[in-house]
C-alpha cells in the first residue's frame, strides 16, 4: 500500500529539490536493505590489479603530465565538509570525566597524557596560549596545577578558540618557524605545485558544510594575496555545498518516517557520496582529488608532487588513446584494428568485455560504450591497518570481476571466503585520485550514468529510546564511480599522512623538517 504523505509533506520535498517518488524509492531501500558487495579477488601488485610504477614509467609520465597539460584545465577537488569534532573525542571524553584527580592517569587517559605532554609541539599552541591571557590566565600555572580541563575547554569551546566546532581545514596543523599553516593553506601550496594552469591560475573547489562557508571565505581573503605573490600564481577558490536533493530520508526501525518536534520529515545528508553532483559541476580537464586532512609540511611535498604529475600524465595518455580509438571506431575499422582495441581496453584500461558477439557491429558498439566513460587513476599504499576501504575485483550490478574501491561495510564478513579475499589485501585506498570527466567532444560525462545505486549504506543510532536509520548513497570513490574506467596505481606510504586524531599531529611526518 502506498504511503499517503500531507501536503505539507509534498511542499518539504519540493523545497529540497526532491519528488514523492523519490522518497518513496528511499524508503523502500531501507526495507530491502543493500546487498553486499560480491569479492572475487584483492587486487595487488603481483595479479595484475595493481600498476607498479618504476622510476623510468615515473619520470615518462610525469613528463608526459607537463606535456598534455597544456592549455588544459587544472584543478583540486577537496572535501571538506565537516566540523573537527571526531580528532578531539577523547579529549572531549577526558573533560566530562576528569575532576582534578587521576589514580592512573597514563592508564586512564593515555592518549590525553600524550596530548599534555607535547602541548608546546602543536603549531597551535601559541594561539592557545594568547586565548587564556586575554581571559587573564597564566597557562603555565593551570598545567602546573594540573587545571587540565580548562586548558582543553579554552582549545574546544565555541566561545574560546572552538577548535571542537571549527573545519578540520581551518585548523593550525603545521608550524614553519613562527608561522603556523592550515591544510586549507597546504593545499593552496600543493597545488602551486602541480595544479597550475598554463595562465598560472590554480583552481581548487573545497566542498564545505552551510554553517563554514563564512570561515572559509573570511579565511581564504585573509591568505590569497599572501600565497599569489609568494608562488606567483593567481588563485581561483572555489566553494560548493551538498545539494539538498541528495539528503536521505529518516526512518525508524519499522521504516517509519521520523519527525522532528515541529512535524517536519526528519532527513539526514546522503554522506560523501553526494558529492558526485558536485564533482559533476566542475569544468576542468584534470580533477585531482585529495581529502583534506591529508596534507604534510613542505619537507615532505615532494614524493606528492611526483605522484600526483605521475598520475596524471596516465590518465592522459589513455585518455588521449581512449578518443583516438573512439574516432577510428567511427570509420568502420578492420578487424585487426578492431582486435587491437579490444586489447587496449582488457590490458590497458584493465575493463573486462563480455565478448560473445553476434555481430561485428555489436563488437564495435561494446568497445564504443567500454570507451565511451570518465576515467580515473587512483593511488593505493600500502596496507598499514589502516580502516576504511581497499581495491578489489568485485562484481557491479552491470558487471563481474571489474575494479572496484571497495568499503569494509560493503562486504559480508560471515562468509569465510569473502573473509579470506578481504584479509588478503595489500593495499589501502587513501582517497588520491585523478580523474578525467570529459568526453572526446570536450563535454561533461552526465556522471549519473556510472553510479551503481546498489552500493548504499543503511546506519542506525539510538536518539533516546528510538532507533533511527538512516541511509548513505554509494560513496563517492565507492559505489558512485562504480562504471568508470578504473585503474589502481602503488603510491609511496609518505604520500598518505591524515590527521584523524589531534594526537597523528605529533607524528614526525606532520613536525617541522
Not at 593545499?187 to 602541480?194: D, F, M, S
Not at 605522484?307 to 585518455?319: I, N, R, S, T
Request: aromatic share 10%; charged share 30%; glycine share 6%.
Amino acid at each position: 500500500m502506498k504511503r499517503q504523505f500531507s501536503k505539507k509533506d509534498l511542499q518539504q520535498f519540493a523545497s529540497m529539490g526532491l519528488t514523492e517518488e523519490d522518497v518513496d524509492k528511499q524508503i523502500e531501500n531501507f526495507k530491502k536493505g543493500f546487498p553486499k558487495t560480491v569479492l572475487h579477488d584483492a587486487a595487488t601488485v603481483e595479479n595484475g590489479g595493481i600498476i607498479r610504477l618504476d622510476d623510468k614509467e615515473i619520470a615518462h609520465y610525469t613528463d608526459i603530465y607537463k606535456k598534455l597539460s597544456k592549455g588544459r584545465t587544472i584543478m583540486k577537488f577537496v572535501p571538506a565538509s565537516g566540523a573537527a569534532t571526531r580528532m578531539f573525542k577523547d579529549l572531549y571524553a577526558f573533560t566530562s570525566t576528569y575532576f582534578g584527580v587521576a589514580h592512573n592517569f597514563e592508564k586512564e587517559f593515555p592518549t590525553v597524557k600524550e596530548f599534555l605532554q607535547h602541548i608546546r609541539s602543536f603549531a597551535f599552541f601559541e594561539e592557545l596560549k594568547e586565548c587564556m591571557e586575554k581571559s587573564h590566565l597564566d597557562f603555565g600555572d593551570y598545567m602546573d596545577r594540573g587545571d587540565f580541563t580548562t586548558v582543553i575547554n579554552y582549545l574546544l569551546k565555541e566561545q574560546y578558540m572552538g577548535y571542537g566546532s571549527l573545519p578540520k581545514a581551518l585548523l593550525k596543523f603545521h608550524r614553519y618557524g613562527n608561522t603556523p599553516r592550515t591544510p586549507l593553506e597546504e593545499h593552496i601550496v600543493e597545488g602551486a605545485e602541480y595544479a597550475r594552469n598554463s595562465n598560472g591560475t590554480v583552481n581548487i573547489h573545497f566542498t564545505v558544510s552551510p554553517e563554514h562557508r563564512q570561515l572559509f571565505r573570511a579565511k581564504i581573503a585573509e591568505v590569497k594575496e599572501y600565497y599569489e605573490n609568494k608562488f606567483d600564481i593567481k588563485l581561483n577558490i572555489t566553494l560548493s555545498e551538498q545539494k539538498h536533493y541528495t539528503d536521505t530520508i529518516a526512518v525508524d526501525e519499522y521504516n517509519n518516517p521520523v519527525r522532528d518536534e515541529k512535524g517536519n520529515l526528519s532527513f539526514r545528508p546522503g554522506g560523501h557520496g553526494a558529492l558526485i553532483e558536485n564533482l559533476h559541476e566542475c569544468k576542468a580537464d584534470v580533477i585531482f582529488i585529495k581529502n583534506i586532512d591529508n596534507v604534510v609540511p613542505d619537507w615532505m611535498k615532494h614524493t606528492t608532487i611526483v605522484y600526483k604529475q605521475a598520475l596524471a600524465g596516465m590518465m592522459l595518455e589513455l585518455q588521449n588513446k581512449m578518443f583516438e580509438y573512439i574516432d577510428v571506431l567511427k570509420q568502420e575499422p578492420n578487424e585487426r584494428k578492431m582486435i587491437e582495441i579490444t586489447k587496449f581496453v582488457e590490458e590497458r584500461l584493465k575493463y573486462p568485455l563480455s565478448h560473445g558477439w553476434d555481430s561485428v557491429r555489436q563488437w564495435e558498439e561494446s568497445l564504443r560504450k567500454a570507451l565511451y566513460r570518465p576515467i580515473r587513476i587512483c593511488g593505493m599504499v600500502r596496507n598499514q591497518g589502516e580502516p576504511g576501504g581497499g581495491p578489489f575485483y568485485a562484481k557491479s550490478t552491470k558487471r563481474a570481476d571489474s575494479l572496484q574501491i571497495v568499503e569494509t561495510a560493503q562486504i559480508n564478513r560471515k562468509d569465510p571466503s569473502q573473509e579470506a579475499i578481504l584479509n588478503s589485501a595489500t593495499h589501502f585506498n587513501p582517497v588520491d585520485l585523478v580523474c578525467g570527466i570529459k568526453d572526446y567532444r570536450g563535454n561533461r560525462y552526465n556522471l549519473s550514468r556510472y553510479i551503481d545505486p546498489a552500493t548504499g549504506f543503511i546506519s542506525k543510532k539510538t536518539k533516546g529510546a528510538l532507533t533511527v536509520k538512516s541511509q548513505e548513497l554509494p560513496g563517492l570513490w565507492n559505489g558512485a564511480m562504480s562504471e568508470w574506467i578504473t585503474l589502481f596505481v602503488e603510491v609511496p606510504l609518505a604520500t598518505f599522512n591524515p590527521v584523524k586524531t589531534v594526537n597523528d599531529l605529533l607524528r614526525k611526518e606532520h613536525l617541522e623538517g
